[in-house]
């Protein structure tokens, strides 16, 4: 908060105060050994504040099992801390009600305040907190700050005129105090809740309570649960207050699920709870807050608008999904034809070198056999001389063809230069390699890859090597060196030939 900002709080001398009878209340409560003689003295020397304690202690609130006719009776059955919560509502609520300030909604704080309360007692039971009184108490507090801003600033809200004032949501409220004093009411709320002597838990809450996220209290757990609890209940408080009652809704789902991780299936049960015990409190309080009638209708729009957001939510991430799945395909379509040569379709040298660096590794952990094959298409520069660049064009890609069609899934071949193919056949030892290169070679020379040139012979040279057992090559680039020094041989000893660089020789040209 500004300096400037907590000095004109300070001298403003019509700030909300604690009663007499709250304060003595809080200071009783505090003490190590409560005097419940004493605490129910001071209680009944306020006889409207005696009869609303005893009227929440027959409440279907606490659903006691007798009546309790008396106010020490009911300290005894209601506890210290509840007293204490409802001596501090009643009170503050009855005084400041009464002290009316020109231009400030009164009416809409305290249906919010109150609701909020309800809420907020609604969601602490859910959520197994022991200290509901203190989850009720900063709920119904968490706003005391706007009527601070009302007496000690001319203008917390900004210049906006009274009437649009009165017609803001909670969100723009908070975002025009911002806005007008760097400030918003939480942060007074909690500066009041200070001055007053209140628990410091309690001051927290508050101070929080316009959060959409709640920081861990350190050594304070519950006090973090009561935390989360106020600041989704004013928003929770908004469907009952608010006239647009689905952008309401849409909030609460937000803010339950950041919160507290409540979905649709949890809020739905407990916004029924909440309108069932609405009409008991805001007789208690004297707060208009709507006939049953009219909570019921609210409560209907709640739940029909939990369902079409939860049915929009479906559609959007089913959307979404598609639209991600349907991005990731093109993204590999994209990828895929990147990978691969445009003239052949096969794979291009670098995605071979990715694929052969995975094998490699996984060959060397498991153990198992490796082996690649270089081909080379013979005397390919005599093809584009003499039948020109098409016609070379039509025998690698026939060439590639035969390779396609001869290898497994598991396989992989690719143009790895000019004329030159690498193939990779994971799981394979030499002496399959070898049979495998030689039947590619009697498929090239057998096929009539350029069937419109006469008289032309397409053959193959191929090498390969195998890596066979662990260590045996450094890196698959040494496996590959291997092959290409094959190959090199298998043309140096008269081309259309297979040798493995372990030197078996398979197949001589015809």
């Known amino acids: 908060m500004k300096p400037e900002l907590e000095l004109q709080l300070e001298r403003c001398r019509s700030l909300p105060t604690l009663p007499a009878v709250a304060l003595q209340v809080l200071k009783l409560c505090q003490s190590d050994e409560v005097d419940m003689q004493e605490l129910a003295r001071t209680i009944g020397r306020d006889p409207a504040l005696t009869a609303k304690v005893l009227r929440v202690a027959n409440s279907p609130l606490f659903n006691m099992r007798r009546e309790v006719t008396r106010l020490s009776q009911a300290i005894v059955w209601l506890g210290v801390q509840s007293v204490r919560t409802l001596a501090l509502g009643f009170s503050l609520v009855q005084d400041i009600k009464t002290a009316d300030h020109q231009g400030f909604d009164h009416a809409r704080f305290w249906r919010r305040s109150i609701v909020s309360a309800v809420v907020a007692r609604e969601l602490a039971t859910h959520m197994g907190l022991g200290s509901w009184e203190e989850t009720f108490l900063g709920a119904l507090l968490q706003d005391i700050g706007m009527i601070a801003l009302a007496h000690a600033t001319e203008s917390p809200w900004g210049p906006a005129p009274q009437g649009e004032v009165r017609r803001m949501s909670h969100s723009r409220l908070i975002a025009a105090e911002r806005a007008a004093i760097g400030s918003d009411h939480a942060e007074i709320g909690a500066w009041l809740a200070r001055k007053w002597g209140l628990p410091e838990p309690l001051q927290a809450a508050i101070a929080q309570s316009h959060k959409e996220h709640i920081d861990e209290l350190q050594g304070h757990p519950e006090a973090t649960g009561v935390a989360r609890c106020v600041a989704l209940s004013g928003w929770l408080a908004d469907i009952f207050v608010e006239e647009d009652i689905a952008q309401a809704t849409e909030v ?65 991430a089913s959307r979404a999904e598609k639209a991600i799945s349907d991005l990731q395909l093109h993204t590999l379509q994209l990828q895929e034809r990147s990978d691969r040569d445009d003239l052949t379709g096969l794979f291009r040298r670098n995605r071979m070198e990715e694929f052969l660096l995975h094998e490699f590794n996984r060959s060397t952990f498991l153990k198992k056999p490796l ?62 390699a070898a049979l495998v290169a030689e ?30 057992e662990p260590g045996r090559y450094p890196d698959p680039a040494g496996l590959v060196r291997a092959a290409d020094e094959a190959l090199y041989k298998a043309k140096r000893t008269g081309r259309n030939r297979v040798i493995g660089s372990e030197h078996f020789l398979h197949a001589v040209c015809a």
Do not use: W
């Open 252 to 316: 609460v789902r937000a803010r339950a699920m950041t919160l507290l991780g409540f979905d649709q299936e949890a809020l739905t049960p407990i916004l029924g709870r909440i309108a069932e015990g609405l009409p008991e409190v805001s007789t208690l309080f004297e707060i208009k807050l709507g006939s049953e009638r009219e909570i019921a209708g609210i409560l209907d729009q709640a739940r029909e608008a939990l369902v079409m957001l939860n049915l929009q939510s479906d559609h959007r």
């Open 371 to 432: 082996s690649v094959m270089f081909c080379d298409i013979d005397h390919f520069k005599n093809v584009n001389d003499t039948y020109g660049h098409q016609c070379g064009d039509e025998v690698l890609a026939s060439v590639a063809g035969l390779l396609k069609r001869d290898l497994r899934d598991v396989d992989m071949a690719a143009r790895y230069g000019g004329e030159e193919f690498l193939v990779a056949l994971p799981g394979v030892d030499a002496r399959e």
């Open 439 to 468: 039947r590619l070679r009697y498929s090239v020379e057998r096929s009539s890859p350029a069937s419109t040139q006469k008289g032309l012979r397409v053959t193959i040279s191929v090498g390969f090597a195998t890596l066979s």
